[in-house]
């Protein structure tokens, strides 16, 4: 049996060891869970319920282990981890209240003894390969309402987020999901790469682009459902209007939170030219405020970065921004080890031919271009192949609603950033992929509509 070795990005040292999973125990997993999904879908859906609230009882009682070891596997500050997983929670409480109306037969038409009715049924097995930086938010937004859906979960968390991964479906069957019914795969890619040969109705997908294309290639002549949620760009834009300091206090927050790696996270700051340098002093100021170090101290702001490989990326767009002119107000730099260490880092003077400013960074590193008006700020925000979230900032709802209307993105928010809601559908256009989870239609995703002909004899 492989196994896999787990790492703290934050020391280096090694975390522990866990048997991985190979092309055998791929198979046989999504065998059983083939066999368990009609049993499960039979179950009536009060008990899946209850089910789930138990689980989130239970993610309650070891809310402290659970951030612990998220601190452990990940580098995340341990205060970004225990915000996590209650955040979570009204994540939980959201699909607890609705599934049962999302999915729901629907009675459409009556008339002359014909009556038509849209059902709404289980995908089936479903395929979960999730990404490591927000693990316990990118894996429930998938499994949670899958399982109350009446599907089975063949779930492949990153290797980077295994031992989450592991928890997350201990406390599931725990909280009395049959095994066969929620399965986790440990390992690397090559994993992932195995569950997408076996015979599954749905690929539920959280990582990079480079991946999505890769899964999206590999399941193209088998015509399975898929939903990508990828990376992104996110720009913002401070208009003249704007409180300077507010905005730049939300938004290095929003740059550097779960230390610049987040899905959501701002990526392009773009500042009108009357605002430019108070909002730059505000931001500075800011960054300036934030720890970096122990990720388990708990006025630690700024933890590791996760993925050894990312370091390189952010050395080669500061290369370049610097390369092409930018100005480094800022970090630039790796940290000392052992571990993964970078240095928060600010530019402006940036512009849209370096790298910064069109490739996703996932890390603390951010550029801010001065615009001269808002025709300007909408055509650089739309420059993108991206299109996950933007925002503006502004006094003027009007405004700012009339701006983010011309904006390519799947979420858009006037005065704040790197939200996501459980009402709200989380989507991207573009690179960013495509499908949707959370809201309402974050549920019925996990279902298929079925069309009910009846006529009365
Ligand atoms: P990756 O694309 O590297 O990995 C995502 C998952 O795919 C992991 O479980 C990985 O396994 C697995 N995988 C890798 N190769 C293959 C393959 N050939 N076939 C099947 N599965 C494979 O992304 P990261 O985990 O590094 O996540 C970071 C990315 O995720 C960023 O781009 C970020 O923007 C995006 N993201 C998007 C979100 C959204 O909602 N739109 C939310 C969160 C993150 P392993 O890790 O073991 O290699």
């Given at each position: 049996?492989?196994?896999?070795?787990?790492?703290?990005?934050?020391?280096g040292?090694v975390?522990?060891?866990?048997?991985a999973?190979?092309?055998?125990?791929?198979?046989a997993?999504?065998?059983?869970a083939r066999?368990?999904?009609a049993?499960?879908?039979a179950?009536p859906?009060?008990?899946?319920l209850?089910?789930?609230a138990?689980?989130?009882?239970?993610?309650?009682?070891e809310?402290?282990?659970?951030?612990?070891?998220?601190?452990?596997e990940v580098?995340?500050?341990?205060s970004?981890?225990?915000?996590e997983?209650?955040?979570l929670?009204p994540?939980?409480?959201?699909?607890?209240?609705?599934?049962?109306?999302?999915?729901?037969?629907?009675?459409?038409?009556?008339e002359?003894?014909?009556r038509?009715?849209?059902?709404?049924?289980p995908?089936?097995?479903v395929?979960n390969?999730?990404?490591?930086?927000?693990?316990?938010?990118?894996g429930?937004?998938?499994i949670?309402?899958?399982l109350?859906?009446g599907?089975?979960?063949?779930?492949?968390p990153?290797?980077?987020?295994t031992?989450?991964?592991?928890h997350?479906?201990?406390?599931?069957?725990?909280?009395?999901?049959?095994?066969?019914?929620m399965?986790t795969?440990v390992g690397?890619?090559?994993?992932?790469?195995?569950?997408?040969?076996?015979?599954?109705?749905?690929?539920?997908?959280?990582?990079?682009?480079?991946?999505?294309v890769?899964?999206?290639q590999?399941l193209a002549?088998?015509?399975?459902k898929?939903?990508?949620?990828?990376g992104?760009?996110?720009p913002?834009?401070?208009?003249a209007?704007?409180?300077?300091?507010?905005?730049?206090e939300?938004?290095?927050?929003?740059a550097?939170?779960?230390t610049g790696q987040?899905?959501?996270?701002?990526?392009?700051?773009y500042?009108?030219e009357?605002?430019?340098d108070e909002?730059v002093?505000?931001?500075?100021?800011?960054?300036?405020?934030?720890?970096?170090g122990d990720?388990?101290?708990?006025?630690?702001?700024?933890?590791?970065?996760?993925?050894?490989?990312?370091?390189?990326?952010?050395?080669?767009?500061?290369?370049?921004?610097?390369?092409?002119?930018?100005?480094?107000?800022?970090?630039?730099?790796?940290?000392?080890?052992?571990g993964?260490w970078?240095?928060?880092t600010?530019?402006?003077?940036?512009?849209?031919?370096?790298?910064?400013?069109?490739?996703?960074?996932?890390?603390?590193?951010?550029?801010?271009?001065?615009?001269?008006?808002?025709?300007?700020?909408?055509?650089?925000?739309?420059?993108?192949?991206?299109?996950l979230?933007?925002?503006?900032?502004?006094?003027?709802e009007?405004?700012a609603?009339?701006?983010?209307?011309?904006?390519?993105?799947?979420?858009?928010?006037?005065?704040?950033?790197?939200?996501?809601?459980p009402r709200?559908?989380?989507?991207?256009?573009?690179?960013?992929?495509?499908?949707?989870t959370l809201?309402?239609?974050?549920?019925r995703?996990?279902?298929?509509?079925k069309a009910?002909?009846?006529r009365?004899?």
């Open positions: 049996m492989p196994t896999l070795t787990i790492h703290n990005p934050a020391t040292q975390l522990d060891e866990r048997a999973d190979d092309a055998a125990s791929v198979a997993k999504a065998g059983a066999a368990a999904q049993a499960w879908a179950t859906l009060r008990e899946r209850s089910t789930i138990r689980f989130r009882a239970a993610l309650v009682a809310l402290e282990t659970l951030a612990r070891t998220l601190t452990l580098g995340k500050p341990i970004q981890s225990r915000n997983l209650n955040g929670l994540r939980i409480d959201f699909f607890l209240a609705q599934t049962e109306a999302a999915i729901a037969d629907e009675a459409v038409f009556d002359g003894g014909m038509e009715r849209i059902g709404h049924v995908l089936g097995v395929a390969i999730s990404a490591w930086n927000y693990p316990y938010f990118v429930c937004n998938v949670v309402p899958a109350l859906t599907n089975a979960v063949l779930y492949k990153s290797e980077f987020a031992l989450t991964g592991l997350i479906a201990r406390l599931l069957h725990a909280a009395g999901v049959p095994g066969p019914v399965q795969l690397s890619g090559e994993v992932g790469a195995a569950l997408l040969g076996q015979r599954i109705d749905g690929l539920f997908f959280t990582g990079s682009h480079a991946t999505g890769k899964i999206a590999a002549p088998r015509l399975v898929l939903q990508l949620e990828l992104g760009k996110d913002t834009y401070v208009r209007d704007a409180d300077a300091r507010m905005a730049a939300s938004l290095a927050d929003g550097m939170y779960n987040s899905c959501c996270s701002v990526e392009r700051i500042v009108h009357s605002l430019h909002f002093g505000h931001f500075m100021a800011a960054v300036d405020a934030f720890k970096i990720p388990m101290a708990a006025d630690t702001y700024l933890g590791a970065i996760t993925r050894a490989p990312q370091l390189d990326v952010l050395d080669r767009q500061v290369a370049d921004a610097k390369g092409k002119g930018a100005t480094l107000l800022c970090g630039g730099h790796r940290l000392a080890g052992p993964n970078y240095a928060p600010v530019f402006t003077n940036v512009d849209h031919a370096m790298e910064l400013m069109r490739e996703e960074s996932f890390g603390p590193l951010i550029g801010i271009q001065k615009v001269r008006d808002d025709d300007e700020a909408v055509k650089l925000m739309n420059d993108t192949r991206y299109g979230t933007a925002g503006v900032y502004s006094k003027d009007a405004t609603r009339a701006l983010l209307a011309r904006v390519n993105a799947g979420s858009v928010y006037w005065n704040c950033c790197d939200r996501v809601s709200l559908p989380w989507s991207g256009v573009g690179d960013s992929g495509i499908g949707l809201s309402t239609h974050g549920i995703t996990f279902t298929r509509p009910w002909h009846l009365q004899p």
